[in-house]
């Protein structure tokens, strides 16, 4: 079974200043994808970012990018110039990409790591 | 926004009683899923569903059953709660889209629901 670990309960960062959050993952499968969402005091989960990992380029979106190193099985996220709206729980997850049940890309079933809750310093 | 709703948002039961959530959708979507929310755990997927009548087990699934009698509607029952199932309830659903415009194979999730049982 694959699972998902982030090392970091807690982290914080001055405004403006850029963090990286750390996640590695435990599997056997070689074609798979990873995620980060994010978790504001709303509750409401959001996606930040996706990553395929049959790709070499890592993924970035706006101010957020990853580290994706297939070999080490690590993912970490930057988050570059910090705003106080980024401050949350982020949760790290894993799919398989092969196809679960129901049809051509079936089920997904995620597999979240425990979470790392930033904070952003003014 | 993917159209989901939970409902309730807050319940507090006891002990021994059932409860039911609600996941609803307004998109048609295929796929359904629930996880729990526990400090120290992030989600973890309870039950999913891959069609009106087509459900399996998640990883947490002892003490839950689901039902799925319409598309738009995913249900959660906790036939007799208990204290270790204090938790907050996710919905969410996916959807993959045709491979010819690139697949979303993203997961949206609800608002929650926090559970509390005395």
């Known amino acids: 079974a694959q699972t998902v670990t982030q090392s970091q309960p807690e982290m914080s960062v001055q405004e403006a200043e850029t963090v990286t959050l750390s996640c590695t993952y435990d599997?056997?499968?070689?074609?798979?994808?990873l995620f980060w969402y994010k978790q504001p005091p709303s509750r409401q989960m959001i996606l930040v970012i996706r990553q395929e990992a049959y790709k070499q380029q890592n993924a970035t979106e706006n101010r957020f990018s990853v580290n994706f190193q297939k070999a080490a099985k690590s993912f970490s996220l930057k988050i570059s110039d910090s705003q106080l709206g980024d401050a949350a729980m982020y949760f790290c997850?894993?799919?398989?990409?092969?196809?679960?049940?129901?049809?051509?890309?079936?089920?997904?079933?995620?597999?979240f790591g425990q979470g790392t809750r930033l904070t952003i310093n003014p | 926004d993917a159209g989901i709703t939970q409902s309730p948002r807050h319940k507090v039961t006891e002990t021994g009683t059932p409860v039911t959530l609600r996941c609803h959708q307004t998109e048609n979507h295929r796929y359904m899923y629930w996880y729990r929310q526990d400090p120290g755990h992030g989600l973890r997927l309870i039950h999913y569903?891959?069609?009106?009548?087509?459900?399996d087990k998640g990883e947490v699934s002892d003490g839950y059953s689901v039902s799925r009698s319409k598309t738009e509607d995913f249900l959660l029952t906790l036939e007799s709660a208990t204290s270790s199932q204090t938790s907050v309830y996710f919905c969410?659903?996916?959807?993959?889209?045709?491979?010819?415009?690139?697949?979303?194979?993203?997961?949206?999730f609800g608002p929650g629901t926090r559970l509390t049982v005395l």
């Open positions: 569903s891959y069609g009106v009548k087509d459900t």
């Open positions: 969410a659903i996916s959807e993959r889209v045709g491979l010819a415009g690139g697949s979303t194979d993203t997961q949206y």
């Open positions: 997850a894993y799919r398989s990409a092969f196809a679960g049940k129901g049809g051509v890309g079936g089920a997904q079933k995620l597999v």
């Open positions: 599997t056997s499968e070689s074609d798979y994808y």
